[in-house]
């Protein structure tokens, strides 16, 4: 079964960067899109960003466009997401996603790694 | 942004009841909408895509319908593994949006 671990996470103080690391198990990786999908303590999930299977294509949502850059090393089989200019409303588990194809018509999610905290003191 | 809605904020149930969970969208998203499942401390996990396709391994109890802007997941007889969280997305456009969940929980 596909697995995904990330690492990165920690705590940091409003200002500044971090960065996130996703590693899957054996599948297909330059096949599939990816995202990262974050939830704040007690609330509910909140996409952050997607990346095409080539990485040709990135998308962000409104709260990181900017401040957050969304990668992948296919050759190395790793999804990376650059976090600058963190936050305090940042603070959330962040988690690894695999869409369900390469792109459009399969931007949801049918597996999950099991998450990294992040937490952005002021 | 397409705004997803779900309601209601919590459902409580009785083992072996059914339960009918709605998720509605500001504008149509065809039928590119998912719900998944979401136990404390642990990921979500995808039941459902493309409105009514059960993904690998979730029994038939999980079932989805709708289409345009009004959604449903129904589980048909809540067993205790099924008390947890239920969250749709939608996939029609950017940015990607889930709605505020549904928490199902013991009566």
Redesign the interface.
């Known amino acids: 079964e596909v697995q995904l671990l990330e690492s990165g996470g920690g705590l940091k103080q409003a200002g500044e960067s971090l960065r996130l690391s996703c590693t899957p198990s054996e599948f297909s990786f330059s096949s599939y899109a990816m995202s990262w999908v974050r939830q704040a303590p007690g609330k509910g999930l909140e996409w952050v960003s997607t990346i095409s299977n080539f990485g040709g294509g990135t998308f962000y949502a409104d709260s990181v466009k900017g401040r957050f850059t969304i990668s992948r090393d296919n050759s190395k089989k790793t999804l990376f997401l650059q976090m600058d200019s963190l936050r305090v409303e940042d603070t959330a588990v962040y988690y690894c996603a695999k869409c369900f194809g390469p792109g459009s018509g399969s931007y949801f999610h049918d597996f999950w790694g099991q998450g990294s905290l992040v937490t952005v003191s002021s | ?1 397409i705004v997803m809605t779900q309601s209601p904020a919590t459902l409580s149930v009785s083992p072996g009841e059914g339960a009918t969970l709605s998720c509605r969208a500001s504008q149509s998203v065809s039928y ?1 909408l ?1 719900w ?1 499942q ?1 136990k404390p401390g ?5 039941l459902i ?1 493309r409105t009514s396709t059960r ?2 391994g979730i029994p038939a109890g999980f079932s989805g319908s709708g289409s345009g802007t009004e959604f449903t997941l129904t589980i048909s007889s809540l067993q205790s593994e099924d008390f947890a969280v239920y ?1 749709c ?1 939608q ?1 029609n456009d ?8 549904t928490k199902v929980e013991i009566k």
């Not at chain 2, 642990?42 to 995808?46: D, E, I, S």
Request: net charge neutral; charged share 10%.
């Open positions: 942004e590119n998912a998944y979401q642990q990921a979500p996990r995808l895509y993904a690998t969250y997305q996939y950017w940015p990607l949006t889930f709605g505020g969940g």
